[in-house]
């Protein structure tokens, strides 16, 4: 192998945390649960609440314009019960120490959910890119 084709294959699987999916603002549009009389939206619990996800590592979230939680967190991956690859995010705050959530993105939707590693009777939450 040429080292050019060599060189390629090592700056196309590098990865910059700045170009990471998950960073950047995202709005809360849905709590779903396994019962639809209880989804929350900010329209049901008067709430906005604004992700931001920076690519240094922290992570801020706003509840009606006011800084509600401020923390670190850290992108890893699972292996779901069907096989599948699970994004994770571990994220520590001043409440919580090593916590994780598992979440996909999808076009502009965040959702963070414990059902996408197969388990049963898990919550989602929506978020939309800012």
Known sequence: MSLYIFLSIICACKK???QQPIVGEWVWYLNRTNNPYYNTTPQSTGIT???KIQANGEYNVLINNQIENTGT???TYEVANNGSIVNKILYT???IID???YYVI???TLR???GLIGSVGSR???YKRK
Do not use: C, G, M, T
């Open 16 to 18: 910059d945390s700045s």
């Open 112 to 114: 963070f959910s414990w």
């Open 73 to 75: 967190y850290k992108l």
């Open 106 to 108: 999808q076009n502009d």
């Open 49 to 51: 609440e604004i992700l």
């Open 124 to 126: 989602s939450r929506f």
């Open 99 to 101: 916590s994780v959530e």
């Open 93 to 95: 705050n001043q409440r």
